[in-house]
């Protein structure tokens, strides 16, 4: 392969451009041009593609964001979208992208790779909730964007004899709210994975108060509910000391990125364009027990592959993430 891209999808989240830092030096150093596409498949179809040279990734490596943006493009799920885009591919004589993303920007990659144009995927976002790899690109940083915001709360709870409830983010996944609450020492944590009663909780508050504790700090998940409809529960439920809700929001979606992740960022964007050297597309690179390892994105499970087909033309993942519940033992 003599000309490559890379691009950025979906959610953005820190380490996508230590990623494409990665990607764009790797490249050079097998011989192969490198062409950034801005605004993820929108920026595909619209042809929003520019070479990059080493001293365009310069001091990128510690920048949370992506430079090359984000985008959420549903036409691209279609056909037509599909090929539009490789029209536009084809025109700058680009052989195969890599596309740094959550799982809907994996299924791009999978139909590029099926009309012939090999892509390979990156777990790119906070949440943690890719299947394939133990860990994603932008987690290490939100978690510990997360413990360094419950730590401050802690200091005015303890201050005030008050509960809170942290809302974090995470989708459906209880990822960061499981480690940050381990991290940061949190009283109770309530994520999708789990089932807990109210009831239970109330209890735990009360009893730790009880005996002299001066703080009580709950980590939600946002995949349960959100932080104020939690509250009016735990009011139902027959709480009645004082209350706080904080969502703690988009600062989890930013910031620089912890060395985990740039190194993370690194390995895997290397990986990539490995595999494209070598003509293979239509995988999602991950990391599981340290080693980098890379998937089928669409196939049987028997393959290892993280999608499958459904009868009626649908996607199914295979193996469904779970947060690391063994926390919890
Ligand atoms: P995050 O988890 O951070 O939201 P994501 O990659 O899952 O990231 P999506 O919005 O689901 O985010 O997908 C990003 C883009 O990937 C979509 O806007 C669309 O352009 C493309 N995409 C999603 N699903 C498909 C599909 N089934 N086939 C082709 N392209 C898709």
New binding site residues.
Partial sequence: MKRIAVLT?????PGMNAAIRAVVRKAISEGIEIYGINH???GMVAGDIFPLTSASVGDKIGRGGTFLYS????????EE??LAGIEQLKKFGIEGVVVI????????A??LTEHGFPAVGLP????N??VGTDFTIGFDTAVSTVVDALDKIRDTSSSHNRTFVVEVMG?NAGDIALNAGIAAGADDICIPEKEFKFENVVNNINKGYEKGKNHHIIVLAEGVMSGEEFATKLKEAGYEGDLRVSVLGHIQRGGSPTARDRVLASRMGARAVELLRDGIGGVAVGIHNEELVESPILGTPEEGALFSLTEEGG?KVNNPHKAGLELYR
């Avoid at 999808?9 to 989240?13: E, H, L, Q, T």
């Fill in positions: 999808s979906g959610g953005d989240a993820g498949y929108a985008a959420r493009y549903p036409e691209f799920k279609y979208g599909q993303g959550g799982d809907g920007s994996y299924h791009g999978m139909r790119g976002t906070i949440d909730d890719i989708r996607i």
